[in-house]
């Protein structure tokens, strides 16, 4: 079964800095996820992506954050300047049509760790 | 506001004891529910979805709108059903899901 993939597994940096986080969704999607999951928290949504633009996102989506699909596969996640409260597992997921009418596929996660 | 509650963190149970996972979900439109499972060491995966009212793994979960609950059950527990259970609202009118704060289930042997 095809997979959703996520680069790099493991992320440190230090507070205040950019970090990029890399995803290549399932290839025949049109929808793209970014979840996170703070240690001992729930998942939570950031921000879906269709069409080349932003459908919704949350009140953790702020300015510090963008999404991008640079080319035909990656889909990334910056954070421009990260805080400590950034760290967390961060998931992308992609769907062939909207949530409501097709499973989530997951990646594997990226964990951020902020010092 | 939109909410998906999982009263349990944690359920232990016997292998072939049967096994309820509760969800109780706040939306005023017309909710798409799930279960979504990790087991260990491996990624988020979809387990059912209450509009295919299908059983997977031998689990199966009716969406109640007068109770609001989508309750996960599973008449004989095994160890391998052992993983992270989280329940999903998906919007009808928005292209996003949110998730209940997961209950982790564990047979016993």
């Not at chain 1, 992308?92 to 902020?114: D, I, P, R, Y």
């Amino acid at each position: 079964e095809p997979e959703v993939t996520q680069t790099p597994s493991h992320q440190v940096t230090q507070m205040g800095q950019e970090v990029i986080l890399r995803c290549v969704p399932i290839s025949n999607h049109l929808y793209f996820y970014w979840y996170r999951q703070i240690l001992g928290q729930k998942v939570e949504f950031l921000v879906s992506f269709y069409n080349n633009e932003i459908s919704e996102k949350s009140e953790i989506f702020d300015d510090q954050f963008s999404v991008e699909r640079p080319d035909g596969s990656n889909f990334t996640l910056k954070i421009r300047s990260t805080k400590l409260e950034d760290s967390a597992m961060y998931f992308c997921a992609s769907s062939v049509m909207g949530v409501t009418n097709e499973k989530l596929f997951f990646g594997s996660g990226t964990q951020l760790s902020v010092l | 506001a939109q909410r998906v509650t999982q009263p349990e963190k944690l359920l232990s149970v016997f292998k072939g004891a049967p096994v309820e996972l509760k969800c109780n979900y706040s939306y005023s439109g017309s909710p798409e529910l799930f279960w979504y499972v990790q087991y260990s060491r491996q990624r988020l995966q979809l387990l059912l979805r209450h509009i295919s009212r299908e059983s997977i793994k031998g689990f199966t979960a009716d969406l109640n709108k007068g109770e609001t609950s989508f309750h996960l059950k599973k008449p004989f527990a095994q160890e391998e059903d052992s993983a992270m259970y989280y329940c999903a609202l998906g919007y009808s009118s928005a292209s996003k899901i949110i998730f209940g704060s997961g209950t982790r289930l564990s047979i016993r042997p």
